[in-house]
């Protein structure tokens, strides 16, 4: 852990925020309250810490500290409004009931009924996921604008918006009922799977993965599978969350710098997650959902022994396949560096020049690659410079930058 205070807060509250969103969310009611709730105990901790020290357990001392603020709130407001009956006017009777007590005796993912919440129909899908990630995956505005490539100012309206719309429909912070549970159970997939990929490849900051965010969503993955057996995407998606896991502990090395795929010691892989990635997919049925689909991706490197075994030809088939179900520049942009291995640099690079991505680095990352591959020096190191001032993760600019300067 830091040992500077101030860093120490930021990196707890990074990993514990979520639940405590989601514990104060399912006793205040509100979840944009409860964010206010947690962020006051962010501030406490801020001021506290470096007086007083780092706690032994700081992730119990912010929950802890997070309840009390709640528990303090709900007895205000309990007070209140005792007074306002006692002075004869009507008032909803607040339920008789200990606080504490129930916090302490619930039994259920306090995580996972946020998530349905702020997946809730009455919201946008563009407004659920900023929601989620930001009370979920703990992301600031601006990694949350990054990762969907649009101005920080309109990711700051929609979440504000999204939690005034929760508050104003007065969506209650449940999990659904089943019949309804599958109405949102596309978002929700969707939601997870954004919050690990900003643990596998971080949009900013000073590490190029965050593997708490990775593990999270995991969780989550494995909870859903659990709830809806039946539903081969939740396999799927666990599948690849499982399958691309494995491969944390290679993606970088002793110093934290980016190690590609192809360069990375497969030795390293976790193979019981590979086990587990490939069982999910064996549950999902072969099914053609763009989960399973990228599951299957997946599953081809997880079983090449090396780099130079890779199915390559399969890989560039099924991203054919889910260029046709799932649609979008990024599926192009991978189909592109598939259809490169398989089929030729010429041809990935005649797909990359048809794509617009607007300040997305790994366009230019990508096509510095296949123009590299083609002897096109001075191109490529143009386009990897591009996409090193694009990018703000420090990791990534390093290694864009690095290919630059090979070239030069």
């Known amino acids: 852990m830091a040992t500077d205070p101030r860093r120490a807060v930021e990196a707890v509250w990074r990993i514990e925020s979520a639940k405590i969103v989601a514990a104060l969310a399912r006793l205040v009611g509100d979840v944009g309250l409860a964010e206010e709730l947690a962020q006051d105990t962010f501030v406490i901790a801020l001021e506290q ?7 032994e357990h700081p992730g119990s001392w912010l929950m802890a500290t997070a309840k009390h603020r709640a528990i303090d709130l709900l007895r205000r407001q309990r007070t209140y409004r005792d007074k306002l009956d006692e002075v004869g006017r009507a008032t909803p009777q607040a339920e008789d009931r200990d606080l504490a007590a129930e916090l302490d005796d619930y039994v259920g993912d306090d995580l996972l009924r946020l998530i349905f919440t702020t997946c809730h129909p009455v919201l946008s899908a563009q407004a659920r996921v900023a929601l989620t990630l930001r009370l979920l995956g703990g992301l600031g505005t601006d990694e949350i604008a990054r990762a969907f490539l649009v101005p920080e100012a309109t990711v700051g309206q929609r979440i ?21 549970a599958a109405q949102r159970l596309a978002s929700v997939l969707e939601v997870v799977y954004l919050i690990f990929n900003e643990g596998y490849a971080a949009t900013a900051g000073d590490d190029w993965t965050r593997p708490a965010l990775c593990e999270e969503a995991l969780r989550l993955g494995r909870v859903l ?4 057996p039946q539903e081969p995407e939740v396999h799927g998606l666990v599948a690849l969350m499982e399958l691309q896991a494995s491969r944390i502990p290679a993606r970088t090395d002793p110093d934290g710098a980016p190690v590609l795929l192809q360069d ?21 049925g072969g099914t053609l959902g763009p989960y399973v689909l990228q599951a299957e991706i997946a599953a081809c490197h997880a079983r090449a022994a090396t780099a130079a075994q890779t199915d390559w030809d399969r890989i560039a088939t099924l991203y054919d396949v889910l260029a046709y179900v799932w649609p979008s520049p990024v599926v192009e942009l991978n189909r592109a560096v598939a259809v490169a291995h398989a089929r030729g640099p010429e041809q990935g690079l005649r797909i990359v020049d048809a794509l617009s991505l607007p300040g997305y680095a790994l366009l230019p990352a990508v096509r ?13 190191r143009a386009e990897f410079t591009r996409a090193a001032a694009l990018t703000r993760n420090a990791r990534e600019r390093d290694l864009f930058q690095a290919r630059a300067d090979a070239l030069a």
Do not use: C, F, M, S
């Open 49 to 55: 810490w470096p007086e007083r020290g780092v706690p």
């Open 160 to 180: 504000l918006r999204a939690k005034r719309t929760l508050a104003e429909k007065r969506v209650p912070i449940e999990l659904p009922l089943p019949g309804e």
């Open 225 to 228: 599978a659990a709830l809806a």
């Open 264 to 284: 990375q010691d497969r030795r390293r892989w976790d193979r019981l997650l590979i086990r587990r990635g490939l069982d999910a997919l064996a549950r999902a």
């Open 368 to 380: 510095g690659d296949l123009l590299a591959r083609l002897g096109r020096a001075a191109e490529a």
